[in-house]
Each structure stands twice: as C-alpha cells, then as structure tokens.
C-alpha cells in the first residue's frame, strides 16, 4: 500500500526557513510527477510547486524565487527548501502526485507556521 508521510515543519519568524520532506513508500516514485500542496484552515488546498519525473520544476508566482523543490529518487523522497518565509506562508503543506486523476492518499501533512 502506497503511503505518504510529510515533515519538518514547524514555528519560524519570517524571514526564516524550513526544509519540508515527503516519503513516499510502497510504490514506483520515480515515475512520478510530484507536486507540494498548503491548505490554510477554511480555504482550499493549492499547489505550491511541482517537479517531474525528469526534474523539470514549476513554481506558483507566489514562491517563486523563495522555494525550491526537489527529488531524491533512491529515496523514495520529495523536499521542499523554503527561504524569507512569510506570515502568509503558514498553513498545512502537503505532498502528492500531480495529476489530479491519479492522486494518492492524502497524507497527514505538516504545519509551517511563520510567526513572530
């Protein structure tokens, strides 16, 4: 069974970062267009920044410059360094497959909260 687990969250003061990282277990990753996803309380989940199977990257206008993503392969694993956080950055950050229609199980995510 495929199973995706985030971490390394946090509290930061803006200005701050925190280095985000997603397992994902019990299936073919590499494979795998992957996306970062913040859902703040109330609001629906958008993505963030997405990676492809090859390292091609995508970023929203709203991290870009701030955030990068990328892959470890062997790993199974999926990172998101995230450098001059800011209050609006706080919410729930999740990872998942990009395409919509082949979503795996949301995982528990992690909280970023960005706080002076």
């Known amino acids: 069974q495929v199973q995706v687990v985030e971490s390394g969250g946090g509290l930061v003061q803006p200005g701050g970062s925190l280095r985000l990282s997603c397992t994902v277990s019990g299936s073919i990753f590499s494979a795998y267009d992957m996306g970062w996803y913040r859902q703040v309380a109330g609001q629906q989940r958008e993505l963030v920044a997405a990676?492809?199977?090859?390292?091609?990257?995508y970023y929203v206008d709203f991290v870009k410059g701030r955030f990068t993503i990328s892959r470890d392969n062997a790993k199974g694993t999926l990172y998101l360094q995230m450098n001059s956080l800011k209050p609006e950055d706080t919410a729930v950050y999740f990872c998942n497959r990009e395409v919509a229609r082949l979503r795996l199980a949301w995982g528990q995510g992690t909280q970023v909260t960005v706080s002076s």
């Open positions: 990676i492809t199977s090859g390292g091609g990257t």
